[in-house]
T-cell receptor, first 113, second 111 residues
Framework: DAGVIQSPRHEVTEMGQEVTLRCKPI?????LFWYRQTMMRGLELLIY????????DSGMPEDRFSAKMPNASFSTLKIQPSEPRDSAVYFCASSRRGGDSAFFGQGTRLTVV | GIQVEQSPPDLILQEGANSTLRCNFSDSVNNLQWFHQNPWGQLINLFY???GTKQNGRLSATTVATERYSLLYISSSQTTDSGVYFCAGAIYGGATNKLIFGTGTLLAVQP
C-alpha cells in the first residue's frame, strides 16, 4: 500500500486566497483525521471522520476552515480566506477503526504570505 | 481535556547509548500510541500500546494504564534515531479516535 497520500506537499499562497489540501487515506481504513502542527501549539487534531461522516470538528479553529469526505478514498481541508497565522504543516492520518494505529501522510507545508 | 506530558523535553545521546522517554497522562486513556517524527518531518507510527509491553528491534514500550504513564526505551541508539518522539492517547470512555498529542521529546544522537 502507498500509505496516506497528501497533496500538495508545499503550498505558498497570499493572504485572502482559498487553499485546498487533499488527502487519500489507506485503502480499507474507515477513520480519517486532519491535524495541524505548529511550533507554538504542537500537533492539534482539527477534525476526524468515521465512515466518511464528520464525528468531531471541535478542533477546527474557526469558520474559515472546512473539511469534507465525499467518499472513502478522498478528503479535503479548505481554508477560505487564508491568513498568515494559518501557516503550519497540515497532516492527514487514517486508521482501520477507532482505537487502532493511526498512520500519517507526509504533510502539506502551508505558507500564507 | 486530557493533558499529556512528556519528559525529558530534549535529550542528547552518544551513539550506542540507551535512553528512556516518559509520557504521563492526566486522565485514564486508551488508544495510546508512540510516534517518531524524523528530521524530514515524517511521522512514523512506532507502537500502538494501550497496555502491556511491546518490542520492535531496538525499541520497546511499556504502558501502565492504571498509573497513567507509558515508557519508550531506545537501546543502542543510532544517529537515525534522531528526531522528535511523540506519545498520544485518547481519553478513556471517550472517542477512541480523538488522539491528543504530547509536546514531544527532541532526541539528538551524536556519532
Amino acid at each position: 500500500d502507498a500509505g496516506v497520500i497528501q497533496s500538495p506537499r508545499h503550498e505558498v499562497t497570499e493572504m485572502g486566497q482559498e487553499v485546498t489540501l487533499r488527502c487519500k487515506p489507506i485503502s480499507g481504513h474507515n477513520s480519517l483525521f486532519w491535524y495541524r502542527q505548529t511550533m507554538m501549539r504542537g500537533l492539534e487534531l482539527l477534525i476526524y471522520f468515521n465512515n466518511n461522516v464528520p464525528i468531531d470538528d471541535s478542533g477546527m479553529p474557526e469558520d474559515r476552515f472546512s473539511a469534507k469526505m465525499p467518499n472513502a478514498s478522498f478528503s479535503t481541508l479548505k481554508i477560505q480566506p487564508s491568513e498568515p497565522r494559518d501557516s503550519a504543516v497540515y497532516f492527514c492520518a487514517s486508521s482501520r477503526r477507532g482505537g487502532d494505529s493511526a498512520f500519517f501522510g507526509q504533510g502539506t507545508r502551508l505558507t500564507v504570505v | 481535556g486530557i493533558q499529556v506530558e512528556q519528559s525529558p523535553p530534549d535529550l542528547i545521546l552518544q551513539e550506542g547509548a540507551n535512553s528512556t522517554l516518559r509520557c504521563n497522562f492526566s486522565d485514564s486513556v486508551n488508544n495510546l500510541q508512540w510516534f517518531h517524527q524524523n528530521p524530514w518531518g515524517q511521522l512514523i507510527n512506532l507502537f500502538y500500546i494501550p497496555s502491556g509491553t511491546k518490542q520492535n528491534g531496538r525499541l520497546s514500550a511499556t504502558t501502565v494504564a492504571t498509573e497513567r504513564y507509558s515508557l519508550l526505551y531506545i537501546s543502542s541508539s543510532q544517529t537515525t534515531d534522531s528526531g522528535v518522539y511523540f506519545c498520544a492517547g485518547a481519553i478513556y470512555g471517550g472517542a477512541t479516535n480523538k488522539l491528543i498529542f504530547g509536546t514531544g521529546t527532541l532526541l539528538a544522537v551524536q556519532p
